[in-house]
């Protein structure tokens, strides 16, 4: 890394104001999800809108299983990534992360390996909601550097149309509660439709 990169990545530590807001953002994604699925019985979690369409329990199941990735692969990847770009506009890239991933204006299919494949039950994937929101907190918490390293994110290339393909380790935890926030709304989608079970 050259010196003005290196310049450049050190005058991007996150701002209070940066680490307020994903703070902020991870209460209000995570409140919404469990708020959308508290108090579901089984046929209203197994419900399918569609045989082409996921239940809740496939919705949330989905939802952790892209938290967990994040918080492991994607994480293990980022301590030995090489650095943004030096032209890297990081204030952009968070301004899609947060508003444009959490609409379901354009719908991109989920790859195969993150498909809903029954892992856990709907209390496993709850528990499992609120302590992937802890870890998430503390690792912005504790990690000095999350505007130092940075990879390739094809969510991002997809929602920009390759006009940003770069993200830092403080736009991926972004981006777990923007997806978080993104399917929260396909599951209020379920809920609003007109065969979803009265209980």
């Given at each position: 890394m050259?010196?003005n990169?290196?310049?450049?990545v050190?005058?991007q530590?996150l ?6 807001q ?8 995570r ?5 959308a699925v508290?108090g579901?019985?089984p046929?209203?979690w197994?419900f399918?809108?569609?045989a ?5 329990a ?9 938290q967990?990735?994040v ?10 990534a ?6 890297y506009d ?8 947060i508003?444009q ?19 856990w ?7 499992r909601l ?5 870890r998430?907190a ?8 999350l505007?130092?390293r940075?990879?390739?994110?094809r969510?991002?290339?997809a929602?920009?149309?390759?006009k940003?393909?770069?993200?830092d ?11 978080t926030?993104?399917?929260t709304?396909?599951i209020?989608e379920?809920?609003a439709?007109a ?5």
């Amino acid at each position: 890394m050259n010196s003005n990169a290196s310049a450049a990545v050190a005058d991007q530590t996150l701002t209070a104001s940066e680490l307020e807001q994903a703070r902020l953002y991870f209460q209000q994604t995570r409140d919404g999800a469990l708020g959308a699925v508290k108090g579901l019985s089984p046929a209203q979690w197994n419900f399918k809108p569609a045989a082409d369409r996921w239940s809740i329990a496939e919705v949330l199941e989905h939802v952790v299983f892209v938290q967990e990735r994040v918080l492991g692969p994607i994480w293990e990847q980022l301590a030995t990534a090489p650095p943004p770009p030096a032209d890297y506009d990081y204030k952009q890239v968070d301004a899609i992360v947060i508003h444009q991933f959490p609409t379901r204006f354009a719908k991109f299919p989920s790859p195969e390996f993150a498909q809903p494949a029954g892992r856990w039950t709907p209390s496993e994937m709850v528990e499992r909601l609120i302590v992937n929101y802890d870890r998430l907190a503390i690792v912005l918490e504790s990690t000095p550097d999350l505007r130092g390293r940075a990879l390739e994110a094809r969510p991002l290339k997809a929602v920009s149309q390759d006009k940003y393909q770069w993200m830092d380790g403080y736009q991926w935890l972004l981006t777990a509660a923007a997806h978080t926030e993104r399917h929260t709304k396909q599951i209020l989608e379920v809920k609003a439709g007109a065969d979803f079970p009265n209980n």
